[in-house]
């Protein structure tokens, strides 16, 4: 006999520079999945939402100085107190994150000193995403959608560093997808491999970052 189960939701992860159109690509993929009437929900990180996201955001923000070491273990707790959220993935919703351990990664492994696999170990056994979509800008075309804000990191020589070493993370589970084009038609091409993504995830069991 056949038991009845759900199939499980996929954990799809987005990471790109800044100016990449990652917000803005999780927010109309997750409304025009739910006209579809799948069960989606959005997640982003860092969640400055709770109590050690508002010591991130305050950290990002430049109201406070944390040590380096201290606020790369911050982001991380920060990703391990929504780790129940797979219970979410497991019974059926699709998890549309902006943002993962990647950046966790590439940001502080950007610092002076940290070398990468130092940074990773905190992440590893969270779920591991389906896919990572990793939205590409050339610095030229990243410039002409406006400046940089005034958060920490926002500084161009420190993003070149941060996207050498996103290079250096790929993994046979990302797409790299140039984000040169315009919002309708970037959001098209990413309806697409999201269908595709939550397809295959459906049979297959739900692994561990990089265990
Ligand atoms: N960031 C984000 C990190 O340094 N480590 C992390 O683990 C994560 C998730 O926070 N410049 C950095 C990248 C961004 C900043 O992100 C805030 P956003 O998406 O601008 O809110």
């Not at 990180?45 to 709770?50: C, M, Q």
């Not at 958060?151 to 926002?154: C, I, L, M, V």
């Given at each position: 006999t056949r038991t009845m189960t759900t199939n499980r939701g996929a954990l799809i992860v987005f990471e790109g520079c800044d100016h990449s159109g990652k917000t803005t690509q999780c927010n109309k993929l997750i409304s025009s999945m739910n006209e579809k009437g799948l069960s989606v929900k959005s997640m982003r990180?860092?969640?400055?939402?709770?109590t050690i996201g508002q010591m991130i955001s305050s950290y990002l923000g430049n109201t406070c100085e944390i040590e380096d070491h201290a606020v790369h273990l911050l982001f991380s707790a920060n990703r391990w107190e929504m780790s129940e959220h797979e219970k979410l993935l497991q019974s059926g919703t699709t998890l549309i994150v902006d943002r993962y351990a990647y950046s966790g990664v590439a940001f502080t492994s950007a610092?002076?000193?940290?070398d990468m696999q130092w940074c990773k170990q905190p992440d590893i056994g969270l779920p591991k995403p389906d896919a990572v979509i990793y939205l590409t800008l050339s610095p030229e075309a990243a410039e002409k959608r406006g400046t940089f804000g005034k958060?920490?990191?926002?500084k161009k020589e420190f993003q070149q560093k941060v996207s050498e070493n996103f290079e250096k993370l790929k993994e046979d589970n990302w797409k790299v997808i140039d984000?040169?084009?315009?919002v309708d038609d970037l959001h098209t091409e990413l309806c697409d491999i999201v269908c595709e993504v939550i397809d295959a995830a459906q049979d297959k069991p739900l692994e561990q970052l990089w265990v």
């Open positions: 990180f860092p969640d400055r939402t709770t610092k002076q000193g940290f958060e920490r990191y926002e984000a040169d084009k315009s």
